[in-house]
């Protein structure tokens, strides 16, 4: 504070010259000085109506402007999209276990397969190409199935570079405008790779006509005499909403001149029709190098700001009330669509545009012509998400993302179908591991680390995850992860990313298939070993009928091999095994009467009990009942005993010669009923030499040799 050094009892300090002290500056409303302005009338109306009007074309270029850059925004968005959807089929077909482990040769078999999912996708390509030198076609839809496939290819025919980056880099990518070797039409594609053993061992391609993104930018309404295109990564047109197909090919214009450059944003330059236009350039994310331009020709744009300024100005005056009355609501309609728009773009970029309210239509044609491609914007998004998500659904994959620096991560899609409890949204990655077996717990989490550490790019792990709380199985889960993210500084990996598929039934088909394997090779050995019996012991007059009796013994084997091998090795139909060894003999005659209810052999008594009806069939034909025209064959059985089941089964013959006498030496036959019945399956056969024919009674236990 400063002392007062006024002398004591003095007046106050009279103001100079008559002066006022000083007042505060009152501040007026833009609305109060306009209105001073004309009541004052010192300034000519015409200064203030061409201030006005000069102001009103800056904005109204400036709204131009802005309706250019988020159209092409827009546009970038829905095509990213579009090439999002077709770069996620590319994947899951590419992590497909259909694709993956199907050999070389079985791949053309999957035409119909892969043609049905190119129409689900709106009538693409798909072509699966080696990832090996000169990358040969293993399959491709656009030929008719069984036609040859192109060979080996060379650099710049079709998409040999886009196959050699995803060979060589093992990641997704998108195409430049190419030509397909099977036809030569334009086209673009995505790729994937197709990994075995950690390393692309194939490369899906997804191709589509560029007339797919044309269609698109026509879809989403440029107003007035304005028009879009799309160029790929060497200049070259890829999509156009006017003249596509006259364009395609040709090097834009935009990339050989003056504004040759890529960055976004705002410039001026010639258009193919050779007029000059204003132009919003923007990246799109999904393909590397690609741009979208918005382009209005220069003459509707300059006619766009320049006309309401010479209105304005020569009508200054006349209007300047009315303008003053209306600057309030005019601002409003100007300034609330285009603060909604920025808002829900933000709220969209973030991913929450349900936060917000829907923008509300607006008196100005451009804001709702804007507001509207907006939607129409939102609207693809949502679709393509959907569509996404039904892949992915159908797929049994699911996305997953995780933060290194928070140790948080997310998911979308469901792969365990009884586990709605499993997290979705910022859980840890113990949360997860607990619901891990134990045994494949710790393989999972040494991959996780490993990536994040920078010891590994990328990884691929097989888990069991819980089937449902308590006792209820295991699902198998192949994820596949790399890094999405690194710090630009320090290379640290800052994010994974990656996909689970439910491999469950793949697991389950290799267990089967080595066991099969073990059952097979064990019955096999059980049939060489009959065979090799069979030929020390059979006995014969001459070469021919020993010949015949080992062809005879041989083919029963291979008839009982044939039922077991229809029913996947899991046993055998006992009318089917003895319809099938007697028909040989009786054909399809009524000299062979069969009873009995259903019965499932099992696999271990298919094969002993095919040789045993074998040998009474071949008695019956040599001595028995099948050696005369009038001669008959029953067999008839039963199954005795619940907890040890029982087949009781008996051969009787009639209508043959009379039996004498029983024969006096044991031949073949007999051995063979002993050693198969008794020996092999623990049960009894007992002969009895009827004078109307052989009577042959055995009982077999089901359920395995008793003792």
């Given amino acids: 504070m400063v ?27 833009l609305r109060a000085h306009l209105l001073a302005l004309l009541l004052m009338a010192l300034l000519p109306a015409l200064t203030i109506g061409a201030a006005a009007a000069w102001h009103a074309a800056i904005a109204y270029r400036g709204a131009l402007d802005a309706r250019l850059v988020d159209t092409s925004r827009a546009l970038a968005l829905a095509l990213d999209s579009e090439l999002e959807i077709l770069g996620a089929a590319a994947i899951a077909l590419a992590a497909s276990p259909t694709l993956r482990e199907a050999p070389d040769e079985a791949l053309p078999e999957l035409h119909g397969w892969a043609t049905a999912i190119g129409e689900a996708l709106g009538a693409v390509r798909v072509v699966v190409a080696d990832a090996g030198p000169g990358h040969p076609q293993l399959l ?36 430049d405008l190419f030509r397909a070797r099977a036809d030569r039409s334009w086209a673009v594609a995505v790729g994937a790779p197709v990994f075995r053993g950690g390393t692309p061992r194939r490369v899906v391609i997804v191709s589509f006509d560029p007339r797919r993104l044309s269609e698109l930018l026509r879809h989403q309404g440029l107003s007035g005499d304005a028009f879009a295109a799309v160029a790929d990564a060497g200049g070259r047109v ?19 001149g003056p504004a040759s450059d890529t960055r976004p944003g705002l410039f001026r330059g010639p258009t193919t029709e050779g007029s000059e236009a204003i132009f919003a350039r923007q990246h799109l994310r999904r393909a590397s190098g690609w741009t979208v331009v918005v382009a209005e020709p220069l003459a509707s744009y ?19 009330a009315l303008s003053l009355a209306l600057v309030w609501q005019v601002s409003r309609q100007l300034v609330r669509p285009a603060a909604a728009l920025a808002h829900r773009a933000e709220a969209i970029a973030a991913g929450s545009p349900g936060t917000l309210p829907a923008v509300e239509p607006s008196a100005v044609t451009e804001f709702e012509a804007l507001r509207r491609a907006g939607a129409r914007a939102e609207a693809a998004l949502r679709e393509g998400e959907a569509r996404l998500r039904v892949g992915m659904e159908a797929a049994r994959m699911a996305i997953w993302d995780y ?25 840890s990655l113990a949360a997860w591991l ?17 990536t994040v550490a920078g010891r590994l790019e990328r990884f691929a792990v097989e888990y069991r995850l819980r089937r449902a709380d308590g006792p209820g199985g295991w699902v198998w889960i192949a994820t596949h992860g790399a890094v999405a993210e690194r710090d630009p500084a320090t290379g640290a990996a800052l994010r994974l990313a990656g996909v689970g598929l439910d491999v469950t039934e793949r697991k389950e088909a290799e267990e089967r298939q080595r066991l099969l394997m073990r059952e097979v090779d064990h019955r096999a050995k059980n049939a060489l070993a009959v065979v090799q019996a069979a030929v020390r012991l059979t006995g014969a007059p001459d070469l021919a009928s020993y010949r015949r009796a080992i062809e005879g013994r041989v083919q029963a084997l291979a008839r009982a091999q044939t039922l077991l091998a229809e029913d996947s090795w899991s046993g055998a139909d006992l009318r ?26 099992p696999v271990r008594a298919a094969q002993p009990l095919a040789m045993a009806v074998h ?9 028995g009942a099948l050696s005369t025209a009038a001669g008959r064959v029953a067999v008839a059985w039963e199954v005795a005993g619940e907890e040890e089941p029982v087949l009781r089964l008996r051969w009787s013959e009639s209508g043959g010669p009379p039996v004498v006498a029983p024969p006096v030496r044991r031949g073949f036959g007999s051995r063979v009923l002993e050693g198969t019945v008794q020996r092999q399956l623990g049960g009894q056969v007992r002969l009895d030499w009827a004078a109307t024919g052989l009577v042959c009674a055995m009982e077999v236990p089901l359920a395995g040799p008793r003792g």
């Fill in 238 to 256: 890829v999509a156009r909403t006017r003249g596509h197909e006259a364009l395609i090919g040709t090097m834009a214009p935009t990339r050989t």
């Fill in 403 to 427: 933060d290194a620096r928070t140790g948080l991560a997310t998911r979308s899609g469901q792969i365990v179908g009884d586990r709605p409890d499993l997290p979705r949204e910022q859980f």
């Fill in 302 to 320: 300059t006619r766009g700001w320049r006309g309401p300024l010479v209105g304005l100005a020569a009508g200054s005056a006349a209007l300047l």
């Fill in 576 to 601: 089917t095994l003895l319809e099938g060894e007697l028909k040989a003999f009786v054909g399809d005659g009524q000299r062979a009467l069969l009873g009995g209810p259903p019965v499932a052999l």
């Fill in 434 to 450: 607990g619901q891990v077996h134990p045994k494949d717990r710790p393989a999972l989490e040494r991959a996780m680390a490993d």
């Fill in 615 to 623: 040998e009474l069939a071949t008695n019956a034909v040599k001595y």
């Fill in 140 to 175: 491709n839809t656009l030929l008719p199935p069984g036609a040859p496939l192109p060979q080996s290819a060379q650099p710049g025919e079709g998409a040999w570079e886009l196959i050699e980056q995803v060979a060589r880099t093992g990641a997704p990518a998108t195409s």
């Fill in 3 to 29: 002392a007062d050094q006024r002398p004591t009892g003095a007046a106050p300090w009279p103001s100079q010259a008559g002066e006022r002290p000083a007042r505060p500056r009152r501040r007026f409303s």
